[in-house]
């Protein structure tokens, strides 16, 4: 039995909730913030057998790993509007930090 | 020295500090979201000597344990209510996850 | 690879966070509640090699040990204002609860 603590993007932890119940993992969410990540975190705490990690490790990547993705930028504000072209920038999204801790013993009452 | 994690329903959170506090252990409590349970629930991290692990367990058991409730239903809405007659059904409420690991090194400031 | 869970007062989590982005540790923030320490706490995962968890424990307890702290007391509602002379009462802030959890893997996707 192993404990998997994962740190992801707020915009990806739906998705992973989703991806998680669809393969039959079990977890539970806690509201955290920055630090790992560059925007709000969620951390994920669950809990499965030995022979189960590689696969959640890779449902966790599939849905979490970092990107690059393009955005369109704000208008500058007050400038002048005429002038102004605005073009898509690439920006770096996403990501997991993933701990695997043994377990001694594990309860469900 | 173990740490204690234990994932609890939010209805089953308050009773259970107080039960801890009793008992001297010293926990602390971090809000979480679904998963391991149907409901909102409460994760408390809990630090203990070896020898009253067993003793924690049963404290989690006595003020968490699953077990069944009964609940009246709401009344359906635009039915007709001289012809409905409501009964209790029962739910299951409450239940503990719980994670004993073993921590390498324990300090206090 | 080491897992350092660490509860904190939130008077000294905005001081810790900064401390540790200076130090260069990679930090992720819970909020908690009360238990392990007199009010409102945060709760740090923080990741590291095992060659800088003694560093990492030195920061921690530079910005976070227990300390007493003058404070002025609040005046009695509705005393006799004249009579009242307030003197600042010394109470004990700080603190921190610290555990040190070896790692089975690490990854960051
Ligand atoms: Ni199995
Ligand atoms: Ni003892
Ligand atoms: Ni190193």
């Known amino acids: 039995m192993k404990l998997i603590m994962a740190v992801v993007q707020d915009k990806d932890s739906n998705r992973l909730s989703s991806a998680l119940v669809e393969s039959n ?4 969410k806690l509201a955290s913030t920055g630090g790992f990540l560059k925007s ?5 705490i669950i809990g499965t057998d030995d022979h189960r990690v590689n696969k959640l490790l890779s449902v966790i990547r ?7 993705q393009m955005i ?3 208008s500058p504000m007050g400038g002048n509007a005429d002038a102004y072209v605005p073009h898509p920038v690439e920006v770096e999204v996403g990501g997991a930090t993933v701990f695997v801790l043994s377990i001694d013993q594990f309860e469900q009452f």
Do not use: H, V
Request: hydrophobic share 25%; net charge negative.
């Open 25 to 28: 993992f079990k977890a539970t």
């Open 40 to 44: 709000g975190n969620t951390t994920f």
């Open 62 to 68: 599939e849905n979490c790993e970092s990107r690059d």
């Open 72 to 74: 369109a930028p704000i």
